[in-house]
């Protein structure tokens, strides 16, 4: 069988555009969400509970309905009502308040520049970012790391989305989408269990090191791994 080049990079953002703690991230996100919606009667161990329960419909969804349904009809359920006419509170955080948690990232220079290098080179770009957040979130967040939304032909949020990470259906939905050849397409990201597993669909995968995250402490030797400078090598060699 004739070796596909790749043509499609994916790329994480938390902890592989964005290099993180991601509990010290969590933190200090729902540290400010909480301050914000206190006034508004939310207790903030509630809120934090009805959040968690939320990004767990989101990861159990079956595709029956988007990711941004799924959680807020978990939500409503620990408040037992219809608390999504205060949406626009939420929103007002992220516009007002969410850059605040900025300073709990780091920042990579080599990740803005390697991905205006892929597609100086002609490689289409996804940011393939587990959607559980809203696209204002989420366009936040890429601004962090120096690049705009505009740079990904695709950038995955839980209102276009109704997959997670790791389900393989989450990578099956956006080569669907893009109309793309998986075999064609490269995820790189930091997270062993929900980024290598689109090798699953035939994608190629790369191991972002620097903030890895490996849970189940598997042996990661079996993916091609590293920094930018190591990836930048591993898809120049495939051409």
């Not at 062993?192 to 402490?217: P, Q, W, Y």
């Amino acid at each position: 069988m004739t070796k596909m080049a790749i043509k499609t990079v994916l790329f994480d953002l938390d902890g592989t555009l964005l290099p993180m703690d991601q509990d010290v991230f969590i933190k200090a996100y729902f540290g400010g969400l909480a301050m914000k919606l206190a006034p508004h009667g939310y207790e903030p161990k509630m809120l934090i509970d009805a959040i968690w329960q939320g990004s767990e419909a989101m990861v159990k969804n079956d595709g029956s309905c988007s990711n941004e349904e799924a959680f807020w009809s978990a939500f409503c359920d620990i408040f037992k009502k219809n608390v999504r006419a205060d949406e626009p509170i939420f929103n007002e955080y992220y516009e007002e308040s969410f850059d605040g948690v900025k300073k709990v990232c780091g920042y990579d220079p080599q990740a803005a520049a390697t991905v205006r290098e892929l597609k100086a080179l002609g490689y289409r770009v996804v940011l393939a970012t587990n959607p559980l957040f809203p696209r204002i979130a989420t366009e936040k967040r890429v601004r962090w790391t120096g690049l705009e939304p505009t740079d990904f032909e695709l950038v995955t949020t839980y209102e276009n989305s109704s997959h997670c990470k790791p389900n393989p259906k989450y990578y099956e939905d956006i080569v669907k989408e893009l109309g793309l050849a998986a075999e064609e397409c490269l995820m790189v990201g930091n997270d062993v269990a929900e980024d290598m597993i689109a090798a699953t669909l035939g994608m190629k995968v790369f191991l972002l090191t620097d903030c890895l995250i490996n849970r189940s402490g598997a042996d990661i030797s079996e993916y091609p791994n590293g920094s930018f400078k190591e990836l930048m090598r591993y898809i120049k060699a495939d051409c």
